[in-house]
């Protein structure tokens, strides 16, 4: 039973263009969400993160919008790059210990 | 310096036998985290500790997997009796949080691909 939900194993988009990579979760209690991001061979590497207080976040290109009635969050891209190809992880801190929960990821390729 | 590093980075054994898996985390991190990321999956938790001490292992799928971490800084993640079913890939992850919850972001490691024949 997946408490974080990512329904979009891919995404392709052109460069220039805005990506925005959806994600879901179950539990209300969460009270972080992060997105990392994850090369080939590589460990994931973090991104951008949002308190569940807030329902916004912006660092340069990347904007992370958290709507908490409707348990969904979502990661703007803009403008995407081909560098930005990548599989996107969303993530809750949820555990008591601060275990990280992660979606299965979406898949980006962002064409030249 | 600096990252989190595991070895080895690809492990091949057969079923039945016994690995180790080594993580190093960022020089004074307290907080050291174990994943396990199947095919076509995120990474699941797997144990977590704070400094010496295996603060939550209840993401443990059973008992043929144990993790050290003596002296609070290198872990060792063992598992007995491998089944083909372990092959995944392995990543630590560390991070400065004294207590673990709240915001905590996690540094990780490239992983150990283990593939079990």
């Known amino acids: 039973d997946q408490q974080v939900k990512q329904n979009s194993p891919s995404l392709s988009v052109q460069e220039g263009r805005i990506s925005i990579l959806n994600c879901d979760y179950t539990?209300?209690?969460?009270?972080?969400f992060l997105w990392y991001k994850k090369y080939p061979a590589e460990g994931p590497t973090f991104l951008i993160s949002?308190?569940?207080?807030?329902d916004k976040n912006e660092d340069g290109r990347f904007t992370v919008f958290l709507n908490k009635s409707a348990k969904h969050l979502s990661l703007h891209i803009v403008p995407s790059q081909p560098g930005d190809s990548a599989v996107y992880f969303c993530?809750?801190?949820?555990?008591?210990?601060?275990?990280?929960?992660f979606g299965k990821g979406t898949k980006l390729s962002v064409k030249p | 310096g600096a990252g989190v590093s595991q070895t080895p980075s690809n492990k091949v054994t057969e079923k039945g036998k016994y690995v180790e898996l080594r993580c190093d985390p960022i020089?004074?991190?307290?907080?050291l985290y174990w994943y396990r990321q199947s095919l076509g999956q995120g990474p699941e938790f797997l144990i977590y500790?704070?400094?010496?001490?295996?603060?939550?292992d209840s993401g443990l799928p059973n008992d043929r997997f144990f993790a050290v971490r003596p002296e609070g800084s290198v872990s060792t993640l063992k598992i007995q009796r491998t089944e083909r079913g372990d092959s995944a890939v392995y990543l630590c992850?560390?991070?400065?949080?004294?207590?673990?919850?709240?915001?905590?972001?996690?540094?990780f490691g490239p992983g150990t691909r283990l593939t079990v024949l």
């Open positions: 992850a560390s991070s400065l949080n004294p207590s673990g919850a709240g915001y905590n972001e996690q540094f």
């Open positions: 539990n209300s209690m969460f009270d972080y």
């Open positions: 949002i308190s569940s207080i807030k």
């Open positions: 993530a809750a801190n949820g555990g008591s210990q601060g275990n990280l929960i």
């Open positions: 020089s004074g991190h307290t907080a």
């Open positions: 500790f704070q400094g010496t001490g295996a603060a939550d």
